[in-house]
């Protein structure tokens, strides 16, 4: 399976500031996705992140909200913008690729807003 | 609004017996599916992919499939104190490139 980096692992953090969340991919993979999981809830897709090109949104997410970067085919950026403690979630990164069919996730960002 | 439905559970099932996990789909298009575990405060971890009709066996797990009702199922044989943890189905939308719709989880509970 492709084997997903994600950073930071956990934070804390002021409402009103920004965090931006990595993923690196150790090869080079087709499609790239944010998801957010609240507690006790399934996975939301926030986005696609398209390489080279604006993100593809999901019906409730904004870009204003959630930029996303992918510069290239093996890593992505999500930023939570002036965040709010109902931002406090899960947010995992998703990529499909490299010789695989199936999904694989990162070991997610625990995101908490005070 | 593609929808993947799954009981919540808690099931809860004895050490060594089979534990049957079941999902719906409302998107007829669709022709992968997938079954993830996820531990508490982990990431999702595949268990298994299925695209075609019937069963497919790996070790101790067993998917199922029929598009024709458009269910998905997961059994666990020989269920273990460490198979205790959330299942989420997940079926790719017909038309997307690999864009997932997940169930909201079934958690799994196995009992000494």
């Known amino acids: 399976s492709a084997v997903i980096s994600q950073k930071p692992s956990r934070d804390i953090c002021q409402r009103g500031t920004s965090l931006t969340i990595q993923c690196q991919v150790d090869?080079?993979?087709?499609?790239m996705f944010w998801y957010r999981q609240q507690p006790g809830q399934s996975l939301t897709l926030i986005a696609t992140?398209?390489?080279?090109?604006?993100?593809?949104?999901e019906s409730g997410f904004v870009i204003d909200k959630f930029p996303i970067s992918r510069p290239n085919l093996t890593f992505s950026t999500l930023t939570v913008s002036n965040m709010s403690p109902e931002d406090s979630s899960i947010y995992l990164c998703?990529?499909?690729?490299?010789?695989?069919?199936?999904?694989?996730f990162g070991q997610g960002t625990r995101l908490t807003v005070v | 609004q593609k929808e993947v439905e799954q009981n919540s559970g808690p099931l809860s099932v004895p050490e060594g017996a089979i534990a049957s996990l079941n999902c719906t789909y409302s998107?007829?298009?669709?022709?992968?599916f997938f079954w993830y575990r996820q531990y508490s405060g982990k990431s999702p971890e595949l268990i298994m992919s299925?695209?075609?009709?019937g069963d497919k066996e790996d070790g101790r797990f067993t998917a199922q499939l029929n598009k024709a009702s458009q269910y998905v199922s997961l059994l666990i044989r020989d269920s273990q104190p460490s198979d205790s943890a959330t299942y989420l189905c997940?079926?790719?939308?017909?038309?997307?490139?690999?864009?997932?719709?997940f169930g909201t989880g079934t958690r799994l509970q196995v009992t000494l």
């Open positions: 998703s990529a499909v690729g490299g010789g695989y069919a199936e999904a694989f």
């Open positions: 090869s080079q993979v087709t499609m």
């Open positions: 992140a398209n390489q080279g090109s604006e993100a593809t949104y």
């Open positions: 998107d007829r298009g669709s022709q992968s």
């Open positions: 299925i695209y075609s009709n």
């Open positions: 997940a079926v790719k939308e017909s038309g997307t490139a690999s864009k997932l719709t």
